[in-house]
């Protein structure tokens, strides 16, 4: 079955800084990436979706970026992090149209 | 695009009480599934039904596409039950979800 793996746990950034987070899977192979954001606890937003290397769609315009550079590896990357930024995000796979999710980073932009 | 409902945002019941969580959607879909998420934040799949009935030991769901609506039930609900449920909804081949702002259940030992 699947792995999916996400990092950092937490983490706590200035306004202004860089950003990039990283998801790994394991336990298949070509699968659709997806990074989503959630704020406030409640309701899931999807920020970029990926279909294979190199390929990456995104969905809600905003200064964030994704990239695939391996098959099993999407990134979410920002040049300089805003305040609204702040959020819990969530790295997910979908096989057999099934969606599973990762552990999730929580970022705090102060 | 396509616009999901889910009542009631917030419920809370005893321990042993059962539930119907409800998800409305606004056009016909492909792919209808539904996750929890714990209070640490994971979300663990519970069903993909887009049609149909299914269930899980205490947990059962049931999509009438037709009338555009998929219901969860709970039964003999315990502490662990407790959680956001979020029901979520795909009407293309592009596999992206669209999710609703989930219902919010607390259980009360």
């Known amino acids: 079955s699947q792995t999916i793996h996400q990092w950092p746990a937490t983490l706590v950034q200035p306004v202004g800084s860089p950003l990039s987070l990283e998801c790994t899977v394991e336990?298949?192979?070509?699968?659709?990436l997806y990074w989503y954001r959630q704020a406030a606890g409640r309701g899931l937003q999807l920020l970029f979706y990926s279909v294979g290397i190199g390929q990456i769609s995104s969905e809600v315009p905003q200064n964030l970026s994704a990239s695939r550079p391996q098959d099993r590896q999407f990134i979410l990357s920002s040049k300089k992090l805003l305040l609204s930024d702040s959020g819990f995000y969530l790295c997910a796979l979908m096989e057999v149209r099934t969606q599973y999710f990762g552990p999730g980073t929580r970022l705090l932009v102060l | 695009g396509i616009q999901v409902e889910q009542s009631p945002p917030d419920l809370i019941l005893q321990e042993g009480a059962n539930s119907t969580l409800r998800c409305n959607f606004s056009?016909?879909?492909?792919?209808l599934q539904w996750f929890h998420q714990n209070p640490w934040g994971q979300l663990i799949n519970l069903f993909y039904i887009p049609s149909g009935t299914k269930q899980n030991g205490r947990l059962s769901a049931t999509t009438v596409a037709t009338e555009r609506y998929s219901l969860l039930y709970i039964s003999s609900s315990q502490t662990t039950d407790s959680g956001v449920y979020f029901c979520a909804v795909a009407n293309s081949g592009n596999e992206k979800l669209t999710f609703g702002t989930g219902t919010r259940l607390t259980i009360i030992p």
């Open positions: 336990g298949t192979s070509n699968p659709n």
């Open positions: 056009d016909s879909v492909n792919n």
